[in-house]
């Protein structure tokens, strides 16, 4: 079953959808310290969106680096945020320290210097 954990849904087979295979082989290629978003991952492939990326992410990406795939504004995902936050800093991803008038002071990914286009550069 591969990626999967038992929690998750599959295809009748027993595999995984072939998009959420392809959408999770561009999560382990995204090299540590690096992010792609949501819908940098859709464009790569050439088919979906950000939605279904997410969806695929949500439903699979349990044991592919989930925390390297994100929002194009670089906030953290909802209650992931300190699991997300410990990859990042083991990982030396950029990352924006959050202002005084931040809820709860969780920084932000610097999606500038952070967001990988794919190549192997």
Known sequence: MGRMSMEEPVGETGELPEYAE??????????PGR????????EWLGEGGPRQVGRVMALY??????WRVVRADGTLLPGHELRALGHYREEGTPLREAGPA????VPRIDMRRARWDGSHT
Request: charge should be negative; aromatic fraction near 8%.
């Open 102 to 105: 931040a809820e709860g002071h």
């Open 22 to 31: 392809r959408v999770l082989d561009v999560a382990d290629a995204i090299p």
């Open 61 to 66: 990406g349990g044991t592919a680096p989930w």
């Open 35 to 42: 992010v792609m978003t949501y819908g940098d991952v859709a």
